[in-house]
């Protein structure tokens, strides 16, 4: 093996010191159980996962959102129908899971429905709609108050 | 939030590929005179931004850029 030149190997990649066609990587998935103990979907979508051991601090900042704003409950079905959506991307011929996403999709439509009458649009395409062009009408998504500290 | 419409804003009809000026045209997208910058910049602006109007302003042309 060590005494092939990089050209004579059948590898595409760099021999070196490693036997040929080595693995680049090995991927190590830790086995997880059951989803147990999991959290609320409300927390779980402000927190950013459903696994309370992967709910981290970045730097030194503990991660503390609540999901108590309007857009939540729509923020939660878009977001199982677009994950959903991805999985579709790769098993498109799944009719079951299609179904489903046939049926967040319609839940999430009257979401946005009921959201838009209460709270004005989304999406600019929405205002065909309203009385009048209230699309910049605050707060804007990055615009609610959490409770400060101290 | 994004979402993408599977249209284009004006109709395009190849007859002729030519990679080497779509290459000349995608290396402009890039750097920092570049689309890709300047959406970043517009975006991220708009949350700082006390007025409302302008909160609007930089959204669509931070979204055009995109």
Redesign the interface.
């Known amino acids: 093996m060590t005494d092939m030149t990089p050209d004579e190997t059948s590898c595409r990649y760099k021999c070196g010191a490693l036997p040929d066609c080595a693995p680049l990587a090995v991927g190590l998935v830790p086995p997880q159980g059951d989803a147990a103990p999991s959290y609320a979907p409300p927390k779980a979508l402000a927190r950013g996962t459903l696994f309370p051991g992967l709910d981290l601090p970045l730097g030194n900042v503990v991660n503390s959102g609540t999901a108590d704003i309007p857009t939540a409950e729509l923020m939660a079905i878009d977001f199982a129908a677009h994950d959903l959506s991805l999985y579709l991307d790769t098993h498109p011929d799944d009719t079951e899971a299609f179904e489903t996403y046939k049926d967040l999709l319609r839940l999430a439509k009257e979401g946005m429905e009921r959201y838009t009458r209460l709270y004005g649009p989304v999406?600019k395409i929405q205002l065909a709609e309203s009385q009048r062009f209230n699309?910049?009408?605050?707060p804007?998504?990055?615009e609610y108050a959490g409770k400060r500290e101290g | 939030?994004f979402?993408y419409q599977k249209k284009l804003q004006y109709p395009v009809k190849i007859a002729n590929p030519n990679p080497a000026l779509a290459k000349i045209i995608l290396s402009q997208y890039g750097g920092p005179n570049g689309e890709l910058g300047a959406s970043m910049r517009y975006l991220s602006q708009?949350?700082a931004m006390p007025d409302?109007?302008v909160?609007?302003v930089l959204t669509d042309i931070g979204t055009e850029e995109l």
């Open positions: 999406c699309w910049l009408k605050g804007w998504p990055w | 939030m979402i708009r949350y409302d109007m909160k609007g």
